[in-house]
């Protein structure tokens, strides 16, 4: 059940934004954020509205179910009515319930999505592949930007690391959930016994900071330049355009060679290690949160996993909440991962409520 002081706190809180977005001159530098505010509160202000209306739709069907002046199948009527009446008001003070519960700060945010590849060797990098594919797919459905960062081909395909941003609004609210070990059950390409192989690659999933949340020194970094090489070390750029990079407080190293130009190169290891610095500090700040997330990534070995994908039986299972889906081909194309991320939130979800319901 939800207090009714807040419910009354929504509404009164949506009004006085309304006015003061009635007048937007006078809210100068502000604006944005109260727009967004009012905007993320609307889908709460239209559950609390409902509650009321059904609280009074209550209170009236049962002063008539009461009424001893009216008749009887009246009353009945109007019994059963209030009875539907409270099972729809509890449903909607659920959904109000999960719309107020506390959420991650950094759930708006775009992301740095890292994936490598990890036991397995080739077949490895083939996977580490195949989830980049997926969670461009992905990507694309939901309108969502995908920038490559950082490429370390496979030597038969694939990747032995890949590092990209990907840009919109709410990413990490749905991509955090894939930071771990995925592990991959199939008879390699490169295997001509036809045996069924184990591999793994590892994700991370890292929100990405604005200018304003991380602070960079430029006394604590560390630039080295040099020539950027290719497979087998032979150099690919005539001129000393790779850059590595060093924050020399947490030793944190990011290397960027992609680009021709040195400043190009750079600038895209700057935007990664702002991203790891970032989650470096949050981690810090939230003990309990890093511990679960250096369980999740793990060292990339075959026994540490959240999900694997059996190709011999197109299955795909999540490990933390034990979904199993029989539809391998969908979700490595994108279509069919919501599926597994709806349930992750919905367990999340429930967890939360328990916990407060525990409390209260």
Known sequence: MIPEEKIEHILQRYQTLEERLADPASLGSEFARVSKEYADLEPAVTLAREIKALQEEIGELDEMAADQEADEEMQELARQEAEGARGRLLAVQGGLKILLLPKDAADARSVILEIRAGTGGDEAALFAGDLFRMYERYAESQGWKVES???????????????????????????????????????????????????????????????????????DLRVDIFRASGPGGQSVNTTDSAVRITHIPTG?????????????????AMKVLRARLFEFERARSE??????????????????????????????????????????????????????????????????????????
Request: net charge negative; glycine share 8%; no cysteine.
């Open 252 to 268: 944190i190293v990011v290397q960027q060679q992609d680009e021709k130009s040195q400043h190009k190169n750079k600038a895209k």
């Open 149 to 219: 960062l950082s490429i370390s081909p496979g030597d038969v395909g694939g990747f032995k690391e890949i590092i990209a941003a990907v840009s919109g609004r709410g990413v990490f609210a749905r991509l955090k959930y894939e930071s771990g070990v995925h592990r991959v059950q199939r008879v390699p390409v490169t295997e001509s016994g036809g045996r069924i192989h184990t591999s793994a690659a590892t994700v991370a999933v890292l929100p990405e900071p604005e200018e304003v949340d991380i602070k960079v020194d430029e006394k």
């Open 287 to 360: 003990a309990a949160r890093a511990a679960e997330r250096r369980g999740q990534i793990g060292s990339g070995d075959r026994s540490e996993r959240i999900r694997t994908y059996n190709f011999p039986n197109g299955r795909v299972s999540d490990h933390r909440i034990g979904l199993t889906l029989h539809k391998l081909d969908q979700i490595l194309e994108g279509e069919a991962l919501d599926e597994i991320i709806d349930a992750l939130v919905a367990e999340e979800q429930a967890s939360i409520l328990a916990a407060m319901d525990q409390k209260s």
